[in-house]
């Protein structure tokens, strides 16, 4: 029964990210939104420097809140708080990290630091 539940849960879970992860869709116009973008990603802290070319992020919005998954590798960036200074543009609020992403229904950069780490990101979908 458990195994049910949780397989109706995750088809579920699929079917609004399917929905929400148009590539029409932009970040900026709805609070809840998935999509992934590909392109030069990069991270750099004391002990890595990774940089890839064909690398991708899974970005994930709920409210303000941004999650940013990596491949190749890149630590994930989660938990960032962001607030709207234009159409689509967020700028860092709180003391966790600074930065600025621009993020459309095409394009994600991402310049951002936290704690000693820089992400990177010029990508399109």
Excluded: H
């Excluded at 029964?1 to 109706?8: A, E, G, P, R």
Aim: net charge neutral.
């Amino acid at each position: 029964m458990k195994f049910m539940l949780k397989s109706i849960a995750v088809l579920l879970l699929a079917a609004f990210a399917f929905t929400s992860c148009s590539k029409d869709t932009d970040p900026a116009d709805v609070d809840v939104f998935a999509g992934t973008f590909r392109g030069n990603i990069s991270y750099k802290d004391s002990e890595k420097d990774i940089t890839q070319a064909n690398g991708s992020v899974f970005v994930t919005k709920v409210g303000s809140r941004y999650d940013f998954r990596f491949s190749d590798g890149i630590p994930d960036l989660t938990g960032v708080q962001f607030e709207k200074k234009d159409a689509n543009t967020m700028v860092s609020i709180g003391s966790d990290g600074t930065g600025i992403i621009t993020i459309t229904k095409d394009k994600l950069s991402i310049g951002f630091t936290r704690a000693g780490r820089a992400w990177t990101a010029d990508c399109g979908r």
